[in-house]
C-alpha cells in the first residue's frame, strides 16, 4: 500500500499549523538572497494548501510573520510586508477553483493602510468559501493572542455582562484569533528546528509535533503525507491512558 493510500484510509487531522521555516537559508544554498527564499516559499505555501484541501483537512494555520520578526533587517521586512498582496495575486484562480477561504490572525494595526484594506478585502472575498480555511498568521504572536483574549473577557466581566464561574476553557478559546477552527491536531515545523517560537501555545496543548528537516520551499506532497503518516501512527491519549489490547 503507497503512504497515500495509506493516509487517505486514516484519520485525517482536522487542523494543521506550519511553521514555514527554512527559507533564508535554502536561498543561501543556493547563492540567492533572503528574499529569494521568500518568494518561492510563498508559492509552495499556495501547492501545499490545495493538497490539504485535497486531501479533507478542514484548516491549515501557518506562521507567516511573527511579532517578534519586526527585528530583522529592514529590506527583508520591507519585502515580507509586500507578502499579502502576493498572496492575493498567486492565490487567485487557483483558490477560487478549490473553494479555499482565507482568514488572516494577528495584529493588523501595524501594517500600512493598503495592506490593511488588502487583508480586509481577502477575507471578505472569500468568507463564504466551503473548502479549507487557511489561517495566515501574519503579524502574529501567541502571548499577544492570549493577553488580547485576557483583555477581552475582563471588559466582559468588568461590565457585567459575565460571572466570574463563566470564565472557562471555552470562554477564553472563543476568545483567541483561532475561535473559528478546530482543534489543532498536528504542528509541523519544517528546517530540522524544534522549538515553537511563540506560535499557537494555547492551541498546541494537546497537538502532535513533527519536524522534518527539509526547508520549507523544498517541503511537497510526499513530505506531507509523510508527516501524516506519522501522526496517524501516534497514541493520541489526551492526558489518559488506553487499555492494552
Known amino acids: 500500500m503507497s503512504v497515500e493510500s495509506r493516509v487517505l484510509s486514516g484519520y485525517i487531522p482536522r487542523h494543521i499549523a506550519i511553521i514555514m521555516d527554512g527559507n533564508g537559508r535554502w536561498a543561501k544554498k543556493r547563492n540567492m538572497p533572503r528574499t529569494f527564499g521568500h518568494k518561492k516559499g510563498s508559492e509552495n505555501l499556495k501547492n501545499i494548501a490545495i493538497e490539504c484541501n485535497e486531501l479533507g483537512i478542514k484548516a491549515l494555520s501557518v506562521y507567516a510573520f511573527s511579532t517578534e520578526n519586526w527585528s530583522r533587517p529592514k529590506a527583508e521586512i520591507d519585502y515580507l510586508m509586500n507578502l499579502p498582496s502576493k498572496f492575493e ?49 501574519f503579524d502574529y504572536g501567541s502571548y499577544t493572542e492570549i493577553l488580547d483574549g485576557v483583555k477581552e473577557i475582563s471588559e466582559l466581566y468588568k461590565n457585567g455582562d459575565i460571572k466570574l464561574e463563566d470564565i472557562n476553557e471555552d470562554l477564553m478559546k472563543n476568545h483567541l484569533y483561532t475561535k473559528e477552527l478546530p482543534d489543532l491536531d498536528l504542528l ?58
Open 188 to 245: 509541523i515545523r519544517t528546517s530540522g528546528e524544534e522549538r515553537i517560537s511563540n506560535f499557537l501555545l494555547w492551541q498546541l496543548a494537546y497537538s502532535e509535533l513533527y519536524f522534518p528537516k527539509v526547508h520549507w520551499p523544498a517541503f511537497n506532497k510526499k513530505q506531507l503525507l509523510k508527516a501524516i503518516d506519522n501522526f496517524q501512527k501516534r497514541n493520541r491519549r489526551f492526558g489518559g491512558l488506553k487499555e492494552e489490547k
Open 89 to 137: 495575486e498567486t492565490f487567485k484562480g487557483k483558490f477560487e477553483e478549490n473553494d479555499i477561504r482565507v482568514i488572516f490572525s494577528g495584529r493588523k494595526n501595524r501594517f500600512p493602510k493598503n495592506v490593511q484594506d488588502l487583508i480586509k478585502r481577502v477575507e471578505e472575498k472569500t468568507k463564504n468559501r466551503k473548502g479549507l480555511i487557511l489561517n495566515i498568521c
